[in-house]
């Protein structure tokens, strides 16, 4: 493995602590072990800034966290929100938020959030629901499609916005202007 | 926000406090691993009953963790009658028999086989769930790294982990002020709003949020920087300590009983423990 650097080991730290806090404000959905959760959109906003393994650690330790202080770790939903830090922040390697944000780098950013989730939760969450718990699939992908669609939804929204929130606060390449 | 109820360490004197995060570490992902393989009742029911001894001992009173307790309950009510809604039938699915106790209404009947299911999954949460809380209220937060490191997970991912559990208050705290910042301003989470509205006003609180842990990041960073963190291989922890004999026969006990519960579960060549067969 690659040598973390120092910020991403600091960015990771943070960025799971930001997790596991938005993981406990979370707004319950009626489908169990699902809620309408912010978290997952720091998180993809993380990946987007410090790269595919601060996502996966950020995912790994923020959910495994959330879970250990509730009712033991479901495994399955942490590697699954692991596994969308990794596709996320996979995806948006190249995109370079900080030289500015325009439209198609939000529509980037959104196919690979839309991508990630449902791949986490509509397949990687769901196969290991299987392998471990040996639930019922028809409730598995129950749970997974609401839980993907939530995620994509609030990743969208919300994710979208500290984006552009983002960008705008940074100090753009050339943006001094010379006096006359 | 309300404060949230947050498991947190609890430090008592106890034998189970005593022992290095190290051991508590490799003892609770042998616990974790034996109870996701296993669909044996009779493994499970023993898992359960030595998490419950070792609660006991532990020194960790039912009240400390009541809230959690009661989270966990609910959980698992609700995951049971999903499984319930979707698939009446599924334990006569797994079990490959079929005894109806009373039906109720329509495809939904009552089996011994759905009820031994749905005991069976319930255990596989509850066996871990003492293990899992006592891990949590048992280890000083700042030993957990060095249990890490000890494991073989690399320091700077350890570190990552310790950083979080040192910064969770901090966050916690920032969010509070912010969210009550805009409450004051006039921004409403409460739920009475339009989901599309929350979300967006859920943005009013993170953005500052997030700037403020960007800011901290820097601010962080430049510190452990500052004092050559990540310049080694290999880091020393204030907080390590060596492995005494109780440690050892910790670690023993969790493998010795990850490896005869899943000796036990096989046994039949399957991980379900089924009585309905053995009955035929």
Redo the contacts between chains.
Sequence with gaps: MKKLSVKSVVAIGIGAALFFVLGKVAIPSPVPNTNISLQYAVEAVFATLFGPIAGILIGFIGHTLIDATSYGPWWSWIIASAFVGLVIGLATMKLNVEDGIDSKKLIHFNVAQVIAHVLAWGVVAPVLDILIYAEPIEKLFAQGLMAAVANIITTGVVGTLLLLGYAKTVVKKGSLEKED | ?AR?A??NYIKRPSPVHELTGTAKLVFFLAW?VAS??T?DTRVLICMLLIGAVIFKISQIKIRDISV?LG??AV??L??N???Y???PE?GVE?YESRNVLFPIVGRYTVTAQQLFYHLN?TL??IC??P???L??ACTDPSEFASSLARIGV?Y??G??????????P???RE?RNISQAQQARGIDLS?KDK??T???N??AI??P???S??N??EV??NA??LRG??KEKKRTWYMQRKLQKNDWLAIGFALAVLVIGLGVTFSNGS?YYNPFMEAL
Excluded at chain 2, 159 to 168: C, D, F, H, M, N
């Design positions: 926000m949230v947050i498991l974790s996701m393989v669909f959690v989270l966990a959980f698992l609700l995951n009658f999903f499984i809604l979707f698939t599924y797994v999954i596989k949460v871990v769930v293990i899992a809380l891990f949590i690399s700077r991912a570190y990552a982990v310790s950083l979080a559990l040192r910064y969770i901090d966050v916690q969010y739920g989901l599309f929350r979300l967006k859920s943005v993170l953005l949020l997030i700037m842990s960007i901290r990041i962080v960073s452990m920087e963190f990540g991980r």
